[in-house]
């Protein structure tokens, strides 16, 4: 069975960088999936962030383009996500997923759903 | 960008009631809808995927329907443990929800 586990600083500064780790058990990164970042501010909806192909190919939320990076790991079979210049407006439980896509005939595709999903891990931008 | 709204955003029923949750697509997505469940304080799970397919373990008093941009959620004999927030979802966009309440 799949499992993925975020981990980092439950607290960020204003104006600074929010670094979150998601450590996947169960499936390789490498593997023909896509790794996605899902949010949740406090008492809304699900906010997709992005994700990351294990070629290294990512696509971002357009609203959050500039500030955003993820990143993989292949020798701790974990993958990244930074967001610079934080505000109180990215505080949220901020979950990693998995997206089921697949390669066929020398292409690759993505599921369009988040297949598994992590616990979730709060972050509270605030000074 | 494709959006996605559901209605209603929030339900109560008893237990044992029908009930039905709809997502509409801003444009054509074929059958590529998911709906995911999230118990209170709880992350989300995926419940359905392309529409109609039930995810290994979930009970089959869940399903769901539609193509194109108009799809439905049902939940045939509602549960307590059903109680929860249901959101549809095509690739990156998610709907807004809906809250499903025992009466």
């Known amino acids: 069975q799949v499992q993925l586990q975020e981990s980092g600083p439950g607290l960020v500064r204003p104006s600074g960088t929010l670094s979150l780790t998601c450590a996947v058990s169960?499936?390789?990164?490498?593997?023909?999936?896509?790794w996605t970042w899902v949010r949740q501010p406090p008492g809304k909806g699900l906010e997709w962030i992005g994700e990351?192909?294990?070629?290294?190919?990512?696509n971002y939320n357009p609203s959050l383009k500039s500030r955003v990076a993820i990143s993989l790991d292949n020798s701790k079979n974990q993958f990244s996500l930074r967001l610079t210049s934080v505000t109180a407006a990215d505080t949220a439980i901020y979950y990693c997923?998995?997206?089921?896509?697949?390669?066929?005939?020398?292409?690759?595709?993505?599921?369009?759903?988040?297949?598994?999903w992590g616990q979730g891990t709060q972050v509270t931008v605030s000074s | 960008d494709i959006q996605m709204t559901q209605s209603p955003t929030s339900l109560s029923a008893s237990v044992g009631d029908r009930v039905t949750i709809t997502c509409q697509a801003t444009?054509?997505?074929?059958?590529?809808l998911s709906w995911h469940q999230q118990k209170p304080g709880k992350a989300p799970e995926l419940l359905l995927y392309?529409?109609?397919y039930l995810q290994t373990g979930v009970p089959s008093r869940f399903s769901g329907s539609g193509s194109g941009t108009d799809f439905s959620f049902t939940i045939s004999s509602l549960q307590p443990e059903d109680v929860g927030t249901y959101y549809c979802?095509?690739?990156?966009?998610f709907g807004g929800g809906t809250r499903v309440e025992i009466k």
């Open positions: 997923t998995r997206d089921p896509g697949y390669c066929s005939g020398g292409r690759c595709y993505r599921g369009h759903y988040c297949e598994f």
């Open positions: 169960g499936d390789s990164i490498s593997s023909d999936h896509w």
């Open positions: 990351i192909f294990h070629s290294g190919s990512t």
């Open positions: 444009e054509d997505i074929g059958y590529y």
């Open positions: 392309h529409a109609s």
């Open positions: 979802q095509h690739s990156v966009a």
